[in-house]
């Protein structure tokens, strides 16, 4: 004889099971996440290449396109496409850049990597990009939750980078001035001034010369003016 389970009892094996489907879904959803990685970036500088891995979650429908809100600081002109699936373009949005094109294979993860000028000075050590995928059947997935003290692990985390601290500034380096010489003249040695006497002593002795001659020629003149006057006289 079959025996009937009490209306009570066949109420709690429904809600049971749908607890059940409730658990799976929600698994299934948190298993399927966006990734970003970004070798070697440091606040203040750039170009910085980013990889974004975004996990197929629908069985039935393609990812066409990914949104991805930028942090503050980085203006979407300052992005461009590094990578992507064949047919994929960048665009900026009023607050960030959407990677789109032809849909992907059903159950195929979306992949491509952006480029970045350069980060902020003051970007942080773990640097979110808010994702929001977009399936060929209309379908989104919202990638945006921000860790925090009461739920350091959410349900539908953003992908985020490390970024290590801005470099520290160099001092700059100065050559001290050498102190400034005013310029004095050069004391006169003994070698400079003695030609300054020899010049002298030429230009006396020149004069000497000149003045005996004048006065043996004076002479000369007067004795043969006095000897043709003795013979005019006799």
């Known amino acids: 004889m079959t025996r009937l389970l009490p209306r009570p009892s066949h109420r709690a094996a429904l809600t049971a099971a749908a607890a059940t489907v409730m658990v799976s879904v929600s698994a299934t959803s948190a298993a399927a996440h966006v990734e970003a990685t970004a070798e070697g ?16 979650e629908s069985s039935t429908a393609g990812i066409v396109g990914v949104k991805t809100q930028l942090p503050a600081g980085l203006p979407p002109s300052s992005v461009s496409l590094a990578s992507g699936p064949d047919g994929w373009v960048l665009t900026p949005t009023s607050d960030g850049y959407e990677v789109a094109g032809p849909a992907i294979a059903t159950g195929v993860d979306a992949e491509f990597g952006i480029t970045i000028a350069k980060l902020p000075a003051d970007a942080a050590p773990e640097t979110p990009f808010k994702t929001l995928v977009r399936y060929s059947d209309g379908t989104e997935d919202a990638w945006i939750e921000l860790p925090t003290a009461d ?11 490390t970024v290590a601290p801005a470099a520290a500034p160099s001092a700059p380096t100065t ?4 102190p400034s010489v005013s310029p004095t003249a050069e004391p006169t040695t003994q070698s400079d001034a003695e030609p300054v006497a020899a010049t002298d002593d030429d230009s006396s002795s020149t004069g000497l010369v000149i003045g005996a001659v004048a006065v043996v020629a004076a ?12 013979s005019s006289g006799s």
């Open 151 to 161: 739920s350091p692990e959410p349900a539908n985390p953003a992908p985020a980078i």
């Open 41 to 56: 970036a440091r606040a203040g500088a750039g170009p910085v290449v980013i990889a974004f891995t975004v996990e197929a």
């Open 175 to 178: 050559t001290p001035l050498s």
């Open 219 to 230: 002479l000369a003149g007067a004795a043969l003016w006095f000897r043709r006057r003795q």
